[in-house]
């Protein structure tokens, strides 16, 4: 709920600034269901699946937005890594740590404050959550957020992929500015999904799974 807030206040931040009016806005859709989803995932262009690499987080929202032409950008988490398998490494945008080097960093005592010292930006980002640039009404709103991130170890090692991230985001952008190479990616992706189908997922489960043949009336 915390990490909600944050958002809404984020939100209110940008859109009041008028630098980015009309180019930028920051909106959270609370209740989202499947008839939000009907208009929601048909009119993306980006779909972010960035669950930390081996926390499988990553459920079938990833494919529907792929199946709608949305290119993905994520961690090798979860279905992430069968739509890379689908639409070829071209055609999505993956970014950092895999499932083994999660687990060896965090064998090998990983130490977020190494992270935030080690990057300007990211240390900047933390420090306006934390000092109340986005609440200056309740300057302390988001110490926890932050406590979560430095003082107990960031256990799903955001502050590690968080280059990574930025770097990947700046390939989108570029993509971005060439609409035909765009489009392209995002057909590709619609052709390379039909693994995803329903038809395929339920004829694999009947014969696999339920052992069961299709009953001809």
């Not at 993306?44 to 459920?59: K, P």
């Not at 999505?92 to 999660?102: A, D, K, M, N, S």
């Not at 170890?153 to 609409?179: C, N, P």
Request: no cysteine.
């Amino acid at each position: 709920k915390l990490i909600i807030k944050l958002a809404s206040d984020i939100a209110r931040r940008v859109n009041a600034d008028p630098s980015v009016g009309g180019l930028l806005k920051v909106v959270f859709m609370p209740d989202y269901n499947v008839s939000k989803a009907e208009r929601i995932i048909p009119a993306a262009d980006l779909s972010e699946q960035i669950s930390t690499a081996g926390m499988e987080a990553s459920g079938t929202g990833n494919m529907k937005f792929a199946l709608n032409g949305a290119l993905t950008i994520g961690t090798l988490d979860g279905a992430n890594v069968e739509i890379k398998e689908e639409v070829g490494d071209e055609n999505i945008f993956i970014f950092g740590l895999t499932t083994p080097e999660v687990a060896q960093l965090k064998a090998s005592s990983y130490n977020p404050w190494d992270y935030y010292h080690g990057n300007s930006e990211l240390k900047q980002v933390i420090d306006m959550i934390g000092n109340g640039f986005f609440s200056v009404e309740e300057p302390s709103r988001y110490q926890a957020i932050v406590d979560t991130l430095l003082h107990k170890g960031d256990q799903y090692l955001l502050l590690a992929d968080y280059a990574a991230y930025v770097t990947a985001q700046e390939k989108v952008a570029a993509l971005y500015q060439d609409e035909e190479a765009w489009s392209r990616m995002a057909i590709l992706n619609v052709a390379r999904m039909a693994k995803f189908s329903s038809d395929r997922t339920i004829a694999e489960y009947a014969q696999r799974i339920w052992q069961v043949s299709p009953f001809k009336a």
